[in-house]
């Protein structure tokens, strides 16, 4: 097009210089010959004569006519780069469709599809003119058909999918902590008072992994379902973490959660979990640890309510199996079955319970949660459980002798210490699970039964969207406490009274809970601060199963403070500390510790790195 166009204008060229000549060859008229002529004349006959030569030669017409066709080829230029940007992103798109719906029952673009598509996008774009435009727009109409046939075989291929799976949602978390302790003491006789206890222990600091790692799924609208896989040492049931130790060995992964969810169309706001899944109720570390995965039924019905201060409401009821027996086989005394002992021997645990819960709402920026619970541990009665003393963990041992001839059967009960270091620094971390600090008899049985009430009351203010408010407390009563059995100073039984049976929770937090708000509702720069104070009395709760991180399960005073900024809204960085003391001295409520035995606070500072996909 740019040679016509100079081609034309040389032509153009040529005849005005062939017009100019002509006129040249005729007389010009005598200078005289008007006479109007005046002096300036001359002056205009050479202005005229300078636009004739202008006219002439055409220079400015034909720089103008050249910029203008340069400009309009600039234009096209532009149109069809813009067009093969398009059709390479088409055809992008179509590849990426096409590597996903291979990856189904079928794959409905070929190869040969791409191959042509792109040399017709190259001949568009050596097309001339608006050819080039045109068959780009073509091209590009065809593989925007292309991609919608993709788009569509791959919907078929999801719908098809999620037929047989469901759809599936996956998440989790990788934490990072370092730990330290500060103020550990053991329960032995001690090194500058013979007759007193306690003598103080090294500092320890260690880094800890909890890796998390779920997948949620929905086959139908009445049927869900979810795995989840964690760290943490297997008979460890109260926490997630695991030391970094052991020489560099592997980690446990195991399964942590694996549950169907029943939630049936016909009564909306009921549903049914079965299997092992996420603690059902609302609570707190007072009673629960919140690492804790619970097993068996879980059946809640809740509804919520519209224009009205009463937002919610919902009733929620489980049945945990906690120990299944095997079948026993007792001798009584006349060397016959004793049903009865069979029957205790044999007994399985479990934890039943039920909860009422609700949220008022006088107010936009006013929210108060209330929640009432009874947990009642089936069987507790029978367990002996490993209790923690000092720097030992001691088991209590029961042996039978059958009877023999015209000897009665016999049981003897005794306990067998095993240092603490054993079970939780090296051998593959075995945790303190079956740890209590809970009474006991003289035969090893715990005290107490175990029914809790616990009761919870929460207030959140939101006048400030980045600096709310939150006041909870919870108080929690065992309402099967009994007196403790000890030996008496003849050998007789003695029962000590048992005014351990309560504890309490108040917590203060200022700003957004970065650590269980979800990712949508945290921005980068949230701060929270928080302090809670705890008094939890030796046999208020089952202290194998409430929190991990307070350094004393029962028979506990504890402060926690908590400082958390948010990196990110999917990165977290949080600092925590712990200061524990037994408020009885090392021997508790039911022995008398010795004078002058120490008993220091035990202080236990966390500083965690959290990511969440």
């Known amino acids: ?44 006959s050479t202005a005229t004569g300078v636009g004739a030569s202008g006219s002439l030669f055409g220079f400015d017409e034909m720089r103008q006519q050249l910029r203008e066709q340069r400009e309009q080829i600039d234009e096209l230029r532009a149109a069809i780069k813009e067009q093969s940007r398009l059709i390479g992103e088409l055809r992008a798109r179509v590849e990426h469709a096409e590597q996903q719906t291979a990856r189904g029952p079928a794959a409905v673009v070929r190869e040969a599809d791409y191959e042509r598509g792109a040399g017709e996008a190259e001949g568009a774009s050596r097309a001339p003119d608006g050819a080039g435009v045109a068959a780009g727009a ?245 367990i002996t459980p490993a209790q923690f003393f000092g720097a030992n963990i001691q088991f209590p041992i029961t042996v039978t002798i059958p009877a023999s001839g015209t000897s009665p059967a016999r049981t003897i009960t005794t306990q067998v210490s095993v240092p603490r270091d054993l079970l939780v620094a090296g051998n593959a971390n075995l945790g303190l699970s079956l740890a209590s600090t809970n009474a006991t008899n003289r035969d090893g049985h715990l005290s107490s039964g175990y029914n809790l009430v616990d009761l919870i009351a929460r207030a959140d203010l939101t006048h400030s969207q980045r600096w709310p408010v939150m006041l909870l407390f919870d108080f929690v009563d065992n309402t099967q406490t009994h007196a403790v059995v000890a030996a008496g100073p003849t050998g007789a039984d003695l029962a000590l009274p048992n005014h ?68 990110d809204p999917r990165v977290q960085l949080t600092l925590t500390g712990f200061f524990t003391q037994r408020p009885n001295g090392l021997n508790g409520p039911f022995a008398l510790t010795p004078p002058g035995s120490l008993n220091r606070t035990l202080t236990r500072l966390q500083l965690d790195t959290i990511l969440r996909f």
Request: proline share 4%; charged share 20%.
């Open 1 to 44: 097009m740019l040679q016509k166009t100079l081609r034309a204008a040389f032509l153009c060229a040529l005849a005005a210089a062939s017009a100019a000549g002509a006129g040249a060859q005729s007389p010009a008229p005598p200078q005289n010959a008007n006479p109007a002529a005046t002096p300036d004349a001359p002056a205009r």
């Open 138 to 382: 073509a091209q590009s109409t065809e593989m925007e058909r292309r991609v919608a046939r993709v788009e569509e075989q791959s919907k078929k291929t999801g719908e098809a999918v999620a037929r047989q799976l469901g759809s599936l949602t996956f998440g989790g978390d990788l934490r990072l902590r370092y730990e330290s302790f500060y103020g550990q003491q053991n329960a032995l006789a001690s090194s500058d008072n013979p007759n007193a206890l306690g003598n103080p222990l090294s500092t320890r600091q260690r880094l800890r992994l909890r890796a998390r790692l779920g997948v949620r799924g929905k086959i139908t609208d009445e049927f869900e379902w979810g795995l989840r896989l964690a760290t943490g040492s297997f008979a460890d049931m109260i926490s997630t973490n695991q030391t970094l130790t052991d020489f560099f060995t592997r980690k446990p992964f195991a399964l942590d959660q694996a549950y169907i969810t029943y939630k049936p169309k016909a009564l909306p706001g009921f549903q049914v979990q079965a299997g092992k899944f996420e603690t059902p109720w609302t609570r707190t570390e007072l009673t629960w640890d919140n690492d804790i995965s619970t097993e068996g039924l879980s059946e809640s019905y809740a509804r919520a309510f519209k224009n009205s201060a009463l937002k919610s409401f919902a009733l929620v009821a489980w049945q945990l199996p906690m120990l299944e027996r095997n079948s026993a086989f007792v001798l009584g005394s006349d060397g016959h079955v004793d049903l009865s002992a069979s029957a205790r021997a044999g007994r399985d645990l479990a934890l039943y319970g039920a909860q009422a819960r609700t949220e008022f709402a006088p107010s936009k920026n006013v929210s108060l949660k209330l929640s009432a619970s009874d947990l009642y541990f089936s069987g507790t009665q029978l």
């Open 500 to 567: 351990e049976g309560r504890g309490f929770w108040a917590e203060f937090q200022v700003g957004k809970d970065v650590l269980r708000l979800p990712v949508d509702k945290i921005t980068r720069g949230d701060v929270m601060l928080g302090y809670t104070f705890m008094r939890i009395g030796k046999d208020a709760v089952l202290s194998p199963f409430n929190g991990s991180d307070l350094g004393q399960s029962t028979d506990a005073r504890v402060h926690r403070f908590i400082l958390g900024y948010a990196l």
